[in-house]
């Protein structure tokens, strides 16, 4: 069974950038019809998809979040990572990394992190 584990800090000051790594154990993410992704939680707000990396390495991005968001993976240690610049108060949020794998003929989540609480402060 598939795990993954976030790791990162917790607490970043405005204007800095978030790195959040996710470490996929059990699995390849390199493995067939297999997708990543991140997506966060802001505190008493709905779930917000941020970027998928897809299996040839090409990568999507929420349109609003598109210039300050990287994502990218390191195949040979089996984990991929998200990087946020410039970051607010607003970027506030418990991030999560997914797998997603095609349902239905759409991509869906199958597996979650446990998430990481993420706070942007002075």
């Known amino acids: 069974q598939v795990r993954l584990q976030e790791s990162g800090p917790g607490l970043v000051k405005p204007s800095q950038t978030l790195s959040l790594t996710c470490a996929v154990s059990?699995?390849?993410?390199?493995?067939?019809?297999?997708?990543w992704a991140w997506i966060r939680q802001p505190p008493g707000k709905g779930l917000e998809w941020m970027a998928v990396i897809h299996l040839d390495g090409s990568a999507h991005y929420k349109s609003a979040l598109r210039s300050r968001t990287t994502i990218s993976r390191d195949t040979s240690k089996n984990w991929f990572s998200l990087q946020l610049n410039s970051v607010t108060p607003e970027d506030t949020a418990v991030y999560y990394c997914?797998?997603?794998?095609?349902?239905?003929?759409?991509?869906?989540?199958?597996?979650w992190g446990q998430g990481t609480q993420v706070t942007v402060s002075l």
């Open positions: 059990g699995g390849s993410i390199k493995t067939i019809s297999t997708s």
């Open positions: 997914a797998r997603l794998s095609p349902l239905s003929g759409s991509l869906s989540v199958d597996s």
